[in-house]
């Protein structure tokens, strides 16, 4: 397969980092499914009580994703993503020994804190790649990320279904002890190759092709940000907008308004959304091993800009397929959108960090993370929201449909005013 070639031609340092990291997404995946139940079931909370879990989770990751980029920047993403990790592990003990409901908000807002880690784990990886293994790198991580979310939100299914406040308890506990494990696993990782020394060589090769990197316009309209801190900024701060409008409207509407949409349906089962979450991994992971290979030195910043439209086009055809008289009907074509959907994940995957790193260069890139990783949080905060007052608004169109309108209006423009800069090749000196 050239997928796993490509993934092999990695230097072992990275496919270990990337190995490292399923094992963190495993857990992430392990305690999505049980968190709003552990606060109701075990801690007496009503479900609207529950749900403030989430939103302190969220301003907990507000928080920590732009000062963990300005951390990684200004001193270390190695000492950043240690930080993090502090805040990843105890979030999850302080749940797993959570008596009240008001020490789970707070196990909440530690855990927010804690997903910073997402920042600096992305800020590492860029400056521990050469600019030819980033193309590749990214992808692979967002292919990872999905199959160990998948994975572990199964087994967190499971334990769902069990009911059981101790195996609740256990897996927030098996998930602190997987941070620990991730933790370790990089000081290991870090000291036995040598990449604190990597990443500052690495560094200064990049600014030193920053210095000499022609300044002129080519004839893809593409042109050089890097010598020029304003433009850099002023394209970090486009793309950052276009993916907080992709968050509000598409990101977040798939955990908020699909769900809404399906089972508001009469004749659609409510195990259709486990089928939907399957349709999704599945296509996300197969998209992402055939088309990593064959996209990973293409325009990115073309890619990129499928994104929403391929994400509009999901929420059109779900709307399309519950206008259909059979229930078979109605998940076939509801499946295909969310195919189509995933197609925008694997886009988005390969595209926006190869562009953010672009854009920021190494004097930025932590920054960057941070704010792209801000604005999805702050997007799962407002897209919930519109949600809900679309559904309690009389409207005369459907609440995907609209979120395919406002996705096509509101993050298109800001992608098509973004210029990436030409990519210089950085060779890695061993």
Not at 6 to 13: A, D, G, Q, R, V
Not at 165 to 185: M, N, P, Q, T, Y
Not at 210 to 236: D, Y
Request: charged share 10%.
């Amino acid at each position: 397969m050239r997928w796993l070639r490509e993934f092999m031609s990695l230097p072992i340092y990275l496919r270990w980092m990337l190995a490292v990291d399923l094992v963190c997404n495993f857990g992430n995946g392990l305690v999505w499914p049980i968190e709003l139940l552990f606060a109701t079931h075990s801690l007496g909370a009503s479900m609207s009580q529950a749900t403030l879990t989430v939103t302190v989770s969220s301003i907990g990751s507000l928080i920590s994703h732009p000062a963990i980029g300005w951390l990684s920047d200004k001193r270390s993403s190695w000492l950043a993503m240690h930080l993090g990790l502090v805040f990843a592990i105890l979030g999850p003990v302080l749940f797993a020994v959570s008596l009240t409901f008001p020490m789970a908000l707070l196990a909440a807002f530690v855990s927010g804190l804690g997903m910073g880690t997402t920042t600096a784990w992305t800020s590492i990886l860029t400056q521990i790649s050469t600019s030819e293994q980033k193309n590749i790198v990214y992808g692979i991580n967002q292919a990872e990320m999905n199959l160990g979310v998948g994975l572990g939100a199964a087994v967190g299914g499971i334990v769902a279904a069990s009911r059981s406040d101790f195996l609740f308890r256990l897996s927030f506990a098996a998930r602190g002890a997987g941070f620990v494990f991730v933790s370790i696993a990089l000081i290991l990782i870090e000291r036995h190759f040598a990449l604190r020394a990597l990443t500052r060589r690495l560094s200064v090769q990049a600014r030193e092709v920053q210095v000499t990197a022609p300044s002129s316009s080519n004839e893809s309209g593409e042109h050089s940000t890097l010598n020029n801190p304003r433009s850099a900024l002023v394209a970090m701060a486009l793309l950052t907008t276009a993916t907080l409008f992709m968050n509000i409207f598409g990101y977040s509407q798939f955990d908020s308004g699909v769900v809404t949409t399906l089972i508001s349906n009469d004749r659609i089962p409510r195990w259709s959304l486990s089928l939907i979450d399957v349709v999704n991994t599945f296509a996300v992971v197969v998209l992402n091993v055939i088309l990593l290979p064959r996209l990973k030195n293409g325009r990115h910043m073309v890619m990129l800009r499928t994104v929403p439209i391929c994400w509009a086009a999901a929420w059109f055809l779900i709307d399309l397929g519950l206008t259909c008289n059979s229930s078979l009907a109605a998940l076939t074509v509801a499946s295909i959108g969310i195919t189509v959907f995933g197609f925008g994940e694997v886009m988005l995957g390969i595209s926006q960090p190869v562009v953010a790193a672009r854009l920021a260069g190494p004097r930025f890139s932590g920054r960057m993370f941070g704010l792209l990783n801000m604005a999805q949080s702050l997007g799962y905060v407002l897209g919930p929201m519109f949600a809900a007052w679309v559904l309690t608004a009389p409207r005369p169109i459907p609440l995907l449909t609209l979120s395919a309108i406002a996705l096509l209006l509101t993050s298109l423009p800001w992608l098509f005013a973004i210029r990436l800069p030409r990519q210089a090749r950085v060779q890695q000196k061993v």
